[in-house]
């Protein structure tokens, strides 16, 4: 008797330890990475960038500070003009009483596409300006500021940056029980174009080296504003929202939450939670 008792109590035990690992088990959910990049790209599409630090000369320089931005979707956020202003560097040299630089003239986003890898989401801005990318300067270090002569270096060739693009890697990760991106690299991509100026007897070499060391600088600061600009808690917690906006109503997911969540091959894999 007491033997029968405790087999039943044993296969009672057995099937509620299944069950209850069948139940750990269901509480989850795959979902395709194209699909939440198509929900990300809705969300993050109207985000501009405007790369900028060109203005009147002024103290014998042409730098303008705190003119480049970047602004999130006011939808995103719900606090509309939410703009990010920083300074690109003035990358200028002094040479026989002259300032020799370059300047970032009017550079703007053109577009922002979202798409799906195996592991992490990439956010990919193209960049494009209404005439030359960067516009090279000369000025005379006397009171008052005056340009250089074209026969004392006042002409210099402008500079096209071809097929600029900031790609963004981003990475699934869990706040306010949905999904959100943590944006982990910015790489600046594009090649800059001076034409037959390298070329150019005596200067040619120079100026292209000159312009080499700018560039490395120009997508150093870039990259490390747009990833700071992006990795804000206001940003994490606005995505997170569209992105439960979209569990709810795509998935039917409302009466759950987010627990964990692991890209792979393409696929996240979401850990299920009750609850909000």
């Known amino acids: 008797m007491v ?16 069950a ?4 750990a088990q269901g509480l989850t959910q795959t979902i395709s990475g194209s699909e939440l990049a198509s929900r990300l790209q809705t969300a993050l599409g109207p ?25 999130v979707p006011a939808a995103l956020t719900g606090e509309p003009g939410q703009r990010t202003y920083f300074t690109l560097p003035d990358a200028s040299t002094l040479l026989f009483g002259r300032r020799y630089g370059y300047y970032v003239d009017h550079v703007r986003s053109t577009g922002v596409f979202v798409t799906a890898g195996a592991d992490a989401f990439t956010i990919s801005i193209t ?25 004392a270096g006042g002409v210099q060739p402008s500079v096209e940056w071809r097929d600029a693009r ?20 910015v790489a600046i991509s594009g090649d800059f174009d001076v034409g037959q100026a390298c070329e150019w007897p005596l200067i040619g070499k120079r100026l292209c080296a ?5 560039s490395l600088r120009l997508r150093q600061k870039v ?27 795509t998935l039917e997911l409302s009466a759950f939450g987010v627990r964990r969540v692991v ?14």
């Open 3 to 18: 033997r029968g008792v405790a087999w039943r109590l044993a296969m009672a035990v057995a099937a509620l330890s299944a």
């Open 20 to 23: 209850t690992a069948a139940t």
């Open 47 to 71: 985000t501009t960038v405007h790369l900028h630090n060109f203005g009147p000369v002024k103290s014998a320089s042409y730098h303008a500070a705190n003119a480049s931005s970047i602004k």
């Open 127 to 151: 960049l494009a300006s209404p005439g030359p990318a960067l516009v090279g300067t000369c000025v005379r270090l006397k009171v008052p500021d005056q340009p250089c002569s074209a026969l």
């Open 166 to 185: 900031i790609d963004i890697v981003a990475k699934p990760m869990v706040s306010r029980r949905s999904i959100a991106l943590d944006f982990e690299s």
């Open 210 to 214: 000159a312009l080499n060391r700018q």
């Open 223 to 249: 990259a490390e504003q747009v990833k700071s600009s992006l990795n804000t808690p206001e940003l994490r917690i606005a995505v997170a929202a569209a992105v439960r906006d979209y569990l709810d109503t």
């Open 263 to 276: 890209m792979q091959d393409g696929q996240l894999v979401i850990a299920i939670a009750l609850g909000r």
